[in-house]
Nanobody
Framework: QVQLVESGGGLVQPGGSLRLSCAASGTIPSISTMGWYRQAPGKERELVATISSGGSTNYADSVKGRFTISRDNAKNTVYLQMNSLKPEDTAVYYC??????????????WGQGTQVTVSS
């Protein structure tokens, strides 16, 4: 049984920073691709950032240069450092873990989400 639990969300003023954490309660293969997604009310869930087991990262254009994704395999945790936050970053942020294409086994785990609100 694998569970992903996000934390670190909250209310922050524009230009501020937050650090999100996602901890796995069960064992996730270190080869997993980890990611952060977000969803605003009435909108589709969108990719924010992903990080491979080798540390390769991908970011949405909207967050590139402001957000940094990282992982600590020993702690089974993935992080999202969010700087220079904008009101349009307001959303529920979800953690994701899934198998890379080269992995035989397929899986796709999601956390319950943590609210990030950027407002004055």
């Amino acid at each position: 049984q694998v569970q992903l639990v996000e934390s670190g969300g909250g209310l922050v003023q524009p230009g501020g920073s937050l650090r999100l954490s996602c901890a796995a309660s069960g064992t996730i293969p270190s080869i997993s691709t980890m990611g952060w997604y977000r969803q605003a009310p009435g909108k589709e869930r969108e990719l924010v950032a992903t990080i491979s087991s080798g540390g390769s990262t991908n970011y949405a254009d909207s967050v590139k240069g402001r957000f940094t994704i990282s992982r600590d395999n020993a702690k089974n945790t993935v992080y999202l450092q969010m700087n220079s936050l904008k009101p349009e970053d307001t959303a529920v942020y979800y953690c994701n873990a899934r198998n890379p294409p080269v992995f035989r086994s397929k899986y796709d785990y999601w956390g319950q989400g943590t609210q990030v609100t950027v407002s004055s």
